[in-house]
């Protein structure tokens, strides 16, 4: 879809070149029965060449390819106008441009709230350089220990923020998967977690927000970035939310689980149950390890499924392994409901990378 329409701009802009070839006796457009004055002639190549060039923008993913757009369809309709009889079949073209161009903007304002959220919370961090040693953890389940000793956390730097980008699938119950990318930044001094989602729902763009910040939380989702389809702040989201941030910080930020807000006991040589505290809010989980310190899963019964408004059981296994930035860590991971009736896997996330105690956005 976005080669056809980057084609559709450049067809439109070429299209426009007829007008300006008209105006300078260049080439004989029997198309065009009206005679153009020369500076008409010039609007139309000026046209011209600002669809060929949105096109480019388009295909770079540059935001100001829609800026642009609107300006361009605004001239490029007036010469239409004046030229109606020869040109009106040029307002269809238009129309459509316009109209994905909205949706641009729309996407482009939902997602300025994710990162105007994010250069906020980056106001307020504090990277130092303390490294992780074995003195750190000393007091930690031994479970726990070989985990971070695994992934590579010894030797390195305590985790203060974390920037994380995933590809994956999700769905609903009795509903197809679809595809996503998704892009968050966790702050772990004071418990943070923004999340901004990019999807293909049933071929129509959608995006969602799921904001952790300032002792709240909320869930927003929006049909091509315009119209809600979930809108959640609810004070039980927020439980539900800080059992997502501690799953965060258990698979792809473990070093940030030196910390003295959990809680750690060890149930056997190869499962640990973690409280997590974030103010008046604990939530709990049992972390489960292999033979050689990998964590495998993780389970917590402090999520709300927001379909069924339910505690419903929730875990995350792992499927897969990698290094990523010098840590070996989970790069692939399900995350399963378990309801009742059976278990329900409602998402496969696939970890593409993160970046660690970066000071500002980039």
């Known amino acids: 879809m976005k080669i056809a329409f980057a084609i559709l701009l450049s067809l439109h802009g070429l299209i426009h070149l007829m007008g300006f070839l008209k105006a300078f006796n260049l080439a004989e457009i029997p198309q065009l029965s009206q005679n153009f004055s020369k500076p008409q002639g010039l609007l139309w190549l000026a046209v011209a060449l600002t669809f060929i060039t949105i096109g480019i923008l388009f295909l770079l993913k540059n935001n100001l390819w829609f800026w642009i757009g609107v300006a361009a369809i605004v001239v490029s309709q007036v010469l239409i106008i004046v ?7 040029g307002t269809l073209a238009n129309l459509i441009v316009l109209f994905v161009a909205l949706l641009a903007m729309a996407g482009w304002n939902f997602e300025r709230e994710f990162k105007k959220d994010i250069s906020q919370s980056f106001e307020s961090v504090n990277i130092s350089e303390e490294i992780i040693s074995e003195a750190d953890i000393a007091q930690l389940p031994i479970a726990v220990q070989n985990y971070l000793k695994y992934v590579g956390a010894i030797g390195k730097p305590k985790i203060k923020t974390a920037k994380a980008t995933f590809k994956g699938e999700m769905r609903e119950k009795g509903k197809d998967w679809f595809a996503f990318t998704s892009e968050q930044y966790n702050f772990f001094e004071d418990p943070t977690r923004l999340f901004f989602m990019k999807a293909n729902f049933k071929g129509l763009p959608t995006q969602g927000y799921h904001r952790y910040k300032d002792g709240k939380a909320s869930m927003l989702i929006k049909l091509l970035s315009v119209f809600p389809v979930v809108n959640i702040a609810e004070p039980e989201i927020f439980k539900t939310e800080t059992v997502t941030f501690f799953n965060d910080m258990c698979l792809f930020a473990p070093a940030a689980l030196v910390d003295k807000r959990i809680d750690w006991q060890t149930l056997d040589n190869n499962s ?3 409280v997590f505290h974030n103010g008046e809010v604990s939530v709990s989980a049992i972390l489960k390890f292999d ?11 402090d999520r709300v499924d927001v379909n069924s408004n339910q505690n419903v059981p929730f875990s995350t296994p792992v499927t897969e392994y990698g ?3 010098g840590y070996k860590l989970p790069v692939a991971a399900d995350a399963v409901w378990h309801f009742p009736e059976g278990d329900f896997v409602y998402g496969k996330f696939y970890l593409q ?8 956005s980039d």
């Open 323 to 325: 290094t990523v930035n």
């Open 83 to 89: 030229n109606w009889q020869d040109a009106k079949f």
């Open 353 to 360: 990378d993160v970046q660690y105690n970066l000071k500002i």
């Open 272 to 274: 640990v149950k973690a």
């Open 291 to 301: 033979e050689s310190g990998r964590l495998i899963n993780f389970i917590s019964e």
